[in-house]
């Protein structure tokens, strides 16, 4: 069973930059996908940035160019860097594993962008 644990997520200034950190623990498959998630108050739980195995990425229209995934597979660890950030980047990211349909999150981290 696969369990994930986020951090790195904290209060920060427009235009600023934070590191998210996902550790997986647990029997993670060779093939896999894992992803980042933001829920804003009141909003729906969206996609941010994916990153399969292989290290295919994929990202959200609104954070091209400002946020990267990355993984580090010998570690299970994944990562997002979040730079230039904006107040509407606000919200708990989650971290995702998802295998077929197996899919697993992790409890959240609370990001602030004050303007």
């Known amino acids: 069973q696969v369990q994930l644990v986020e951090s790195g997520g904290g209060l920060v200034q427009t235009g600023g930059s934070l590191r998210l950190s996902c550790a997986a623990s647990?029997?993670?498959?060779?093939?896999?996908?894992m992803g980042w998630y933001r829920q804003a108050p009141g909003k729906q739980r969206d996609l941010v940035g994916s990153?399969?195995?292989?290290?295919?990425?994929n990202y959200a229209d609104s954070v091209k160019g400002r946020f990267t995934v990355s993984r580090d597979n010998d570690k299970k660890m994944v990562y997002l860097q979040m730079n230039s950030l904006k107040p509407e980047d606000t919200g708990v990211y989650y971290c995702?594993?998802?295998?077929?349909?197996?899919?697993?999150w992790g409890q959240g981290t609370q990001v602030t962008v004050s303007s």
């Open positions: 995702n594993y998802r295998r077929g349909i197996y899919n697993v």
């Open positions: 647990g029997t993670i498959l060779s093939i896999n996908v």
């Open positions: 990153i399969n195995s292989g290290g295919s990425t």
